[in-house]
């Protein structure tokens, strides 16, 4: 079982940009898909981007589409949402996940992951 962190989450006016982290250990990065997710109080958890193992593409639900950039370095065994024109809708808590080794994805679906990390806050305001 792999284990992930998140770090990079903070305090940000509506505009600015955050770059979260999300690291994993007890296995290597490189055989494994990885998504972000995020959750506000009372309501479901959502998926926000996600990038693939074979051919390195990446997805994004349509909110982030154009301000959000997820990256992944297989040799720090880290990726990356980078987050510009942060909005206060942006605000909650921001969780990392790996699906199956090896396995396909699209855009992120809860159902496909398995190994989560703790999450890291966010908050967006003035």
């Known amino acids: 079982q792999v284990q992930l962190v998140e770090s990079g989450g903070g305090l940000v006016q509506p505009g600015g940009s955050l770059r979260l982290s999300c690291t994993l250990s007890?296995?290597?990065?490189?055989?494994?898909?990885i998504a972000w997710f995020r959750q506000a109080p009372g309501k479901e958890r959502e998926g926000v981007a996600s990038i693939s193992v074979r051919d390195g593409n990446t997805y994004y639900t349509e909110s982030v589409k154009g301000r959000f950039s997820i990256s992944r370095d297989n040799v720090k065994n880290t990726v990356y949402l980078q987050m510009n024109s942060l909005e206060p809708d942006d605000t909650p808590v921001y969780y990392c996940?790996?699906?199956?080794?090896?396995?396909?994805?699209?855009?992120?679906?809860?159902?496909?992951?398995?190994?989560w990390g703790q999450g890291t806050p966010v908050t967006v305001s003035p």
């Open positions: 996940a790996a699906a199956a080794p090896r396995s396909r994805i699209g855009l992120p679906r809860l159902q496909a992951y398995s190994s």
């Open positions: 007890g296995s290597t990065l490189d055989i494994y898909p």
